[in-house]
Nanobody
Framework: QVQLVESGGGLVQPGGSLRLSCAAS????????IAWFRQAPGKEREGISC????????VFLDSVKGRFTTFRDNAKNTVYLQMNNLKPEDTGTYYC????????????????WGQGTQVTVSS
């Protein structure tokens, strides 16, 4: 079954770290741009990072720059979102998504979505 599966969410105190995983089944992530989105309660979904398959460069939402990074493990067919210095406003459901669109962009159509993993930042 073709799918993306996220994991790694949980409850963390402000200033803490989490690493989210996005693993693909039945397709190869290497050929896709991978984006991470999040949705906080009562808010619209927002794009937070997009990792390009072309040169492995990534773009980030301004509010997470310097705190979040992404990297790929092609052998595991998995993309990771490393989140450091987490803040309460980072709370939400995090989704990864894969696209073969020309651009690594939050507005393009995405071919596959994960089911989401909950991140809660609270003391």
């Amino acid at each position: 079954q073709v799918q993306l599966v996220e994991s790694g969410g949980g409850l963390v105190q402000p200033g803490g770290s989490l690493r989210l995983s996005c693993a693909a089944s039945e397709f190869t992530l290497h050929y896709y741009h991978i984006a991470w989105f999040r949705q906080a309660p009562g808010k619209e979904r927002e794009g937070i990072s997009c990792s390009s398959t072309l040169n492995s460069s990534s773009v980030f939402l301004d509010s997470v720059k310097g705190r979040f990074t992404t990297f790929r493990d092609n052998a595991k067919n998995t993309v990771y979102l490393q989140m450091n210095n987490l803040k309460p406003e980072d709370t939400g459901t995090y989704y990864c998504a894969a696209t073969r669109s020309t651009w690594c962009d939050f507005t393009v159509p995405y071919d596959y979505w994960g089911q989401g993993t909950q991140v809660t930042v609270s003391s």
